[in-house]
């Protein structure tokens, strides 16, 4: 395995509330290939989780934001870029959130003012930290931004309701923005569509169980797992992949380009 793939970058990492949560992951795996960062998540979601016990680890500090506020954004990218002594190199994006899933909400009956925090939380988030990290010159040269998504931008998923529509939005901002921040710096900006993982959010959702059992049958190589999923994050961080910008990458074992795979074929073939 390559070592120091990310030795003298900067970066900031959202969404890192518990060990289960892929930005975990990915802080500590880009912790150990020599990458330096800061922390951040809203200040309710740190109260909840273990957030610090990861910054005492990663030999870090933690810049609480909302991340729907253009002002706490802004003193976000002015506190990170003074604890680690220069621009930003990298940043992840691992925000979600749908009060109408957490409250069960049939699709066809959502709350709409929950449905516009849906929006504002999971993907306009993306946007405002683009606009904040672009107006105020935050970035490198050849920085490198990711953010997390779900096939269901693209498929439909009983209970998965307006986040949805939510992740569709974050897949079209990073290609938008991309396509700015490329011709302005060569920055990239790229989702990962991730198999269902047993994250504290993911398994909030109904039918999860579900949902994580057919993916791993439908995919040839099984699920992926968090810990592999922090890996991609690596190697989209570092200059191995400095042309690969405005895509949406399955990471996901072949799930979104299988039709039906032999397990679930047997499944549903009547026994004699």
Not at 22 to 30: C, F, L, N
Request: glycine share 8%.
């Amino acid at each position: 395995m390559v070592n120091n793939l990310l030795q003298g970058k900067r970066g900031i990492i959202t969404g890192a509330l518990d060990p289960s949560s892929i930005a975990w992951h990915v802080a500590e795996k880009v912790f150990a290939q020599g990458g330096r960062f800061v922390l951040t998540n809203a200040p309710l979601a740190m109260r909840m989780g273990k957030i610090n016990e990861l910054a005492a680890a990663c030999q870090t500090e933690v810049v609480p934001a909302d991340a729907t506020s253009v002002e706490d954004l802004t003193l976000l990218f002015d506190r990170a870029q003074e604890v680690l002594g220069g621009k930003i190199d990298f940043i992840l994006h691992s925000i979600g959130m749908s009060t109408n899933i957490r409250k069960a909400k049939p699709y066809e009956d959502l709350n709409y003012d929950w449905f516009m925090k849906s929006l504002d939380v999971s993907a306009l988030s993306f946007h405002k930290m683009m606009h904040v990290a672009d107006k105020s010159d935050a970035l490198n040269e050849g920085a490198s931004i990711v953010a997390l998504s779900y096939i269901a931008a693209q498929r439909v998923f009983p209970d998965y309701t307006d986040m949805a529509q939510a992740k569709a939005v974050l897949e079209s901002i990073a290609r938008s923005f991309g396509q700015v921040l490329g011709t302005k710096k060569k920055v990239r900006v790229n989702t990962i569509s991730q198999s269902p993982t047993m994250t504290t959010a993911g398994q909030g959702i109904g039918g999860f169980d579900a949902f994580f059992t057919y993916a791993d049958k439908m995919s040839p190589l099984g699920n992926a797992p968090a810990e592999a999923c922090a890996d991609y994050c690596v190697a989209l961080f570092s200059d191995l992949t400095r042309w690969v910008t405005m895509q949406n990458l399955f990471h996901d074992g072949g799930f979104s380009s299988v039709g039906i795979s032999q397990p679930i074929v047997e499944a549903l073939t009547p026994k004699e």
